[in-house]
């Protein structure tokens, strides 16, 4: 079992920027892939980001070239760094371990216009 803690959430004006941190209460070393994922009101979660291996990375076309995800083993955390956030980068944003049930419970990022 593994918690996940995001942090790192907020407002921001679009073309600005947040880093989100996801802790994890053990070892994320053993964790081939994770990812972060976001959910808008009335839509459906979608992948934002995943890490694979020693880094190894896949992100979908509307925030490639924005967004980077980044783990650090020895603190147990993984990153999204976004930038030049966007109104409809709103959303609930979720860290998780892939192929498994283990989700954080979400930070909200609000980009205003």
């Known amino acids: 079992q593994v918690q996940l803690v995001e942090s790192g959430g907020g407002l921001v004006q679009a073309g600005g920027s947040l880093r989100l941190s996801c802790a994890a209460s053990?070892?994320?070393?053993?964790?081939?892939?994770m990812g972060w994922y976001r959910q808008a009101p009335e839509k459906q979660r979608e992948l934002v980001a995943v890490?694979?291996?020693?880094?190894?990375?896949h992100y979908p076309d509307s925030v490639k070239g924005r967004f980077t995800i980044s783990r650090d083993n020895a603190k147990n955390t993984l990153y999204l760094q976004m930038n030049t956030l966007k109104p409809e980068d709103t959303a609930v944003y979720y860290c998780h371990v892939e192929g498994s049930g283990f989700w954080g419970q979400g930070t909200q990022v609000t980009v205003s216009s």
């Open positions: 053990g070892s994320i070393f053993r964790f081939n892939a």
């Open positions: 890490i694979i291996g020693l880094g190894g990375t």
